[in-house]
């Protein structure tokens, strides 16, 4: 079966495919590729087999594996891309943009640059973008990148200790709801408690969205009254991993916590 390759153009950036056009390749090669901005370098990310959606949608090739002089060359342009971001950042100042300047890729052919920048509303970067070509001399494409994006491109740690997911593994940024938090019972948590550094909605909450969905199915609803082995009661709370809800008895207003496992009747009033 035909091979594609995964291919990182910059840290924190998408993995996009390409036809290895009959080059060996492995993890973790530099290589040279055709994209619709011309020949751009990208690092060999993951190689996998061709799948039915790869076949449907024509793969740009890879050109060639980087050799020592190519290496030479990208060595040259990691030590001008200080400079090259100093003066982007100057600029922005003297402009008074609102935007940050996170990163410059530089194009294979060293005839264009293009600077990465996060900002929380839409820029007109016009000027900015005459005065970045005279300065540098070269082709400038200023592209904008949104807050999940921009935390996947700077990294860190979420509350669970580990990397975030989108700058480690995820690939797709999917779009997380509320009502995924609400199917896990964090909707009332408070929003520092479900959103992320990037200020959206964690993304692991679609993970076990579709587990949590299903589980919540086998429990009584919060407010139905349902009978316990201390009698009637409401259900005031559920813990949907143990497959329980905390019921308040009628009778004397304690909470008592019920296995769905045990023997619960529902009031048929709430039926």
């Known amino acids: 079966m035909k091979v594609i390759a995964g291919i990182r153009f910059h840290k924190g950036g998408r993995i996009y495919h390409f036809d290895p056009n009959g080059i060996e390749l492995k993890k973790g090669d530099m290589v040279v590729v055709e994209t619709s ?18 076949k449907e949608r024509e793969l740009l ?15 040259e342009q990691e030590k001008e891309k200080a400079r090259y971001l100093k003066i982007a950042v100057e600029l922005v100042a003297k402009h008074d943009l609102n935007m940050k300047i996170l990163d410059a890729n530089f194009g294979f052919d060293e005839s264009k640059v293009t600077f990465i920048f996060s ?13 970045l070509t005279t300065k540098l001399k070269k082709q400038v494409v200023l592209r904008q990148i949104g807050p999940k994006d921009t935390a996947r491109f700077l990294g860190g740690f979420g509350r669970c200790g580990r990397p975030f997911c989108c700058s480690s593994f995820l690939q797709n940024l999917e779009s997380i709801t509320m009502d995924m938090a609400k199917s ?20 692991c909450l679609a993970y076990e969205a579709e587990v949590y969905e299903s589980l919540v199915k086998n429990l009584p609803e919060l ?12 259900v005031i709370d559920q813990n949907i991993i143990k497959q329980s809800v905390l019921v308040e008895v ?3 207003k304690s909470r008592i916590e ?13 039926d």
């Open 250 to 252: 009628d009778k004397d």
């Open 258 to 270: 019920v296995q769905i496992g045990e023997k619960v009747e529902k009031d048929d009033e709430n």
């Open 119 to 131: 900002s929380e509303s839409r820029v007109d970067f016009r000027q900015l973008v005459k005065d």
């Open 61 to 75: 090739p890879v050109i060639r594996a980087f050799d020592e002089s190519d290496y030479g060359i990208i060595k």
């Open 184 to 203: 896990q019972n964090l909707a009332g948590k408070g929003s520092g408690k479900i959103s992320g550094v990037c200020g959206k909605l964690m993304c």
């Open 223 to 234: 407010g139905s009254k349902i009978k316990t082995k201390k009698g009637m009661g409401v």
């Open 37 to 54: 901005f011309g020949k751009e370098v990208g690092e060999v990310v993951n190689l996998r087999d061709m799948d039915s959606r790869s």
